[in-house]
């Protein structure tokens, strides 16, 4: 077993103390978002308490604290991508927000009528309704990438969709409904051979592995805090700095203006430009916090971990009677997505409820993968570094007593 003591990890996240219809929390929601940490809910406070001021440095005291604070995170999440600078990290709202950005703002400046934008059958709805609107505004055609049946890309047909039209790759690291880890450096790769822009949706990968977006090559990486520990309401943008640079922002107000007249306003370079307005200050902090905590745990560690637990819940879903995976891809993070045999996955939701199972029922915003498998909803228990073999056993006893129930 990795390196992880799970006791003293649990102790860090104070509402996995809780208690649920008088059992302890188990908390498999993870896909959806994830618990916090006691230092992140600390940092937050302490920013309120001891720090809170609009970010404007040169004002007074707490506002340089503030602007400290908020560019300090910045350097954080620089880091924890491995972005090569601090000028191509972008604050937004969460990984919905990042991409609507892109779509609505190097979109609507760089497509034109004819263009093709290319996306593959794992995603999120967040990265299928923007470049939707854009598309029905400026008459651009979306091809999407099939899935083998394991729910893996198939890397060959998205060769053949490649060509001189396509301007835009837009396709997540990690699904979050299968869990599949897509091949994300060999179709960032194709799609810049081809003269595409590249967009990497990290929402769910960010909190189970290592990002690296120098690495990746991607032209843009998104990502939710909500997701890796961090509160809601904060995500974050990654672009490259010149790409950031040339691309005219979607939002104009306050902060991200050099010059204002009646005639003509300058923009501010990147970050600046796409700031428009008052951010999420103290959510930024609390982000910083949480990456702070990831890389005291240790990603490497973090992803190590969570795998062992992985190959154990599969081979003890695979062996309940009734129960059908769907994502059995070899390479696959977090995300067990399975039906069950005469029981809907509300049910089954509820039946696990009743244990103080947390886990989510539904289509997850990814409909177009579920009804490639011929579903419409799946059980989706999703795993975080603080869920232990113990958390699993109980999910899968529970779910054993539901068929004897049946039978
Ligand atoms: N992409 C993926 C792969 C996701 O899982 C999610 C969240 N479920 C999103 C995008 C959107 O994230 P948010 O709702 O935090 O903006």
Same mark, same amino acid.
């Not at 916090?289 to 992803?303: K, L, P």
């Given at each position: 077993q990795p390196p992880l003591d799970i006791n003293r990890v649990r102790a860090d996240f104070p *509402?996995?103390?809780?208690?649920?219809?008088?059992?302890?929390?188990?908390?498999?929601?993870?896909?959806?978002?994830?618990q916090k940490p006691r230092s992140v809910i600390d940092r937050i406070s302490y920013f309120y308490e001891h720090e809170n001021s609009n970010i404007h440095r040169a004002a007074h005291e707490l506002a340089a604290r503030a602007t400290d604070a908020y560019e300090g995170a910045r350097e954080k999440v620089r880091a924890f991508l491995n972005a090569a600078s601090v000028n191509?990290?972008? %604050?937004?709202?969460?990984?919905?927000?990042?991409?609507?950005? *892109?779509a609505k703002s190097w979109g609507e400046q760089f497509l034109q009528a004819g263009?093709?934008?290319?996306? !593959?059958?794992?995603?999120?709805?967040?990265?299928?309704?923007?470049?939707?609107?854009? #598309?029905?505004?400026?008459?651009?055609?979306?091809? $999407?990438?099939? $899935?083998?049946?394991?729910?893996?890309?198939?890397?060959s047909e998205y060769q053949k969709l490649l060509g001189a039209k396509t301007k835009l790759v837009s396709f997540?690291?990690? !699904?979050?409904?299968?869990?599949?880890?897509?091949?994300?450096?060999q179709i960032v790769e194709l799609a810049h051979q081809a003269g595409a822009k590249v967009l990497v949706d990290g929402a769910q990968a960010v909190s189970h592995?290592?990002?690296?977006?120098?690495?990746?090559n991607c032209d843009w990486y998104v990502f939710s805090g909500h997701k890796v520990f961090g509160p809601t309401g904060i995500g974050v943008l990654y672009g490259k700095e010149a790409l950031l640079n040339e691309t005219q922002p979607w939002q104009g107000g306050g902060n991200m203006i050099k010059d204002v007249t009646f005639e003509h306003t300058q923009y501010h370079a990147a970050p600046g430009r796409f700031e428009a307005g008052t951010g999420n200050i103290a959510d930024a902090v609390g982000l910083g916090? #949480?990456?702070?905590?990831?890389?005291?745990?240790?990603?490497?560690?973090?992803?190590q971990y969570e795998h062992y637990l992985l190959v154990y819940a599969t081979q003890l879903l695979?062996?309940?009677?009734?129960?059908?995976?769907?994502?059995? #891809?070899?390479?696959?993070? !977090?995300?067990? !997505? %399975?039906? %069950?045999?005469? %029981?809907?996955?509300?049910?089954?939701?509820?039946?696990?409820?009743q244990e103080g199972i947390a886990v989510r029922s539904g289509h997850h915003c990814a409909q177009p993968i579920l009804r490639r498998f011929g579903v419409e909803s799946t059980v989706r228990p999703s795993l975080a570094f603080y869920n232990s073999c113990a958390d699993i056993d109980i999910l899968v006893n529970t779910l054993l007593r539901l068929r004897r129930s049946r039978i």
């Open positions: *509402v996995l103390q809780e208690q649920v219809n008088g059992h302890r929390l188990i908390w498999l929601d993870n896909a959806a978002t994830t191509e990290i972008v %604050f937004v709202r969460g990984a919905t927000e990042a991409i609507n950005l *892109v263009d093709e934008i290319i996306l !593959s059958h794992l995603e999120h709805h967040a990265n299928i309704v923007p470049w939707q609107q854009l #598309a029905a505004k400026k008459g651009l055609l979306i091809k $999407v990438i099939p $899935v083998d049946d394991d729910g893996q890309i198939i890397l997540t690291q990690v !699904s979050n409904a299968l869990g599949t880890v897509t091949p994300a450096q592995m290592r990002a690296d977006v120098q690495r990746l916090a #949480a990456i702070d905590y990831v890389n005291h745990i240790g990603i490497d560690v973090i992803h695979k062996d309940v009677p009734g129960l059908r995976l769907i994502g059995t #891809a070899p390479d696959k993070t !977090s995300v067990l !997505s %399975f039906v %069950f045999k005469d %029981f809907t996955t509300e049910q089954v939701g509820a039946a696990l409820n």
